[in-house]
């Protein structure tokens, strides 16, 4: 079975754009391994949009552009596999994708089949020039079904940008993961922007189908397709903990070819990244605090007993985190208190009873993994 936790990858969209190729694809392969990603967890390689020619063949075939992919699409994934790795690609339910490209509408199944022949073991599915006539739900049960009668099993990655109420009909269609926001950019406006977009809508993700608030933008600085301003490490931190703890899938979005050891560190958090893998799946609930302060809280129950709390500065100035138990149904009179333990400094902090505060600066954040332990 599929996504039993939130998917993991690399997407070729928020650095590369159309400006992709089968060299483009190989050397991210090639890195891929060296930099600990596998062993993290990050498994699938997407290429999204701008693959293909303009055209399908008189056959009404897909074509890989021959001057991006000479070899074809079933050489790129065969070269993906040779390394461990699964491999994505990208079609839109409606006339054309979002690129100008042709798209999987009225050709369902015949493009499920060529996906499969090719290897193809996620699609991630778009919504552009979507048909007045025909709601979306029919849109991605038509693709969800064709997914399905293959003969492969693949990865199915709605992208309807959290349109028409996607969180309601989305799971029926077989999706296994689903944009439940519009598109990100490399600043600190709109991870913020995105991540409080889905206030009070936890219950909507699930193992077999997660809330999918878009790749990450973590070690991109400002450079490639979506890079408008670029982000801090600590705001990259805060961006890849928000995306953790709210059970986001974790698709890279940086040129992996050349990131840093800053980048390399957050991507391979795996303290945080265990948090956003438990195999219970369950979503983090957001609290506010009493004074409406901008520092947020999110809490995700974690399948050993334990919890992951994020604490997060959303404002501009210096903030104060501070979490009374009670509101996590700790009571003092329980004679429980919270072992917690710093994800990010790796370091244990101690037991502390019925609250724990922190100071933190303007887009940073606490994150810890907090266990019930007996103190009286
Ligand atoms: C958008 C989508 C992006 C990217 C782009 C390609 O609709 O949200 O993630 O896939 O299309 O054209």
Redesign the pocket.
Known sequence: MLAQTPPMGWNS?NTFGWEISEELIKETADVWNDLGLLDAGYQYLVI??CWSLKKRNEHGYLVADPYKFPNGMKAVADYVHSKGLKFGM?SCAGTM???GHPSSLEHEFVDAKTFADWGVDFL?Y???YKPHNIPGHILYKRMGMALRSSGRDILFSA?N?GNDKTHEWIRATGAHMY?STG?IQDNWESIKNIALSQWNKECYSAPYCYNDI??LVVGMYGKGNVALGGCSDEEYKTHFSLWSIMNSPLMIGCDIRNINEATRNILTNKEIIALNQDPEGRQAYSMEQWNNSDVKIYIKPISDGSFGIGFFNMGDSDGEGSLQFWDMGLTASSGYGLHLRDLWEHENIGIATEHFTCKLKPHHCKVLRAKPVKVK
Do not use: L, P
């Open positions: 969209w999204d949009d990208y994708t979002c690129g991630k778009d919504y552009c992208c940008w944009r598109d878009d790749m």
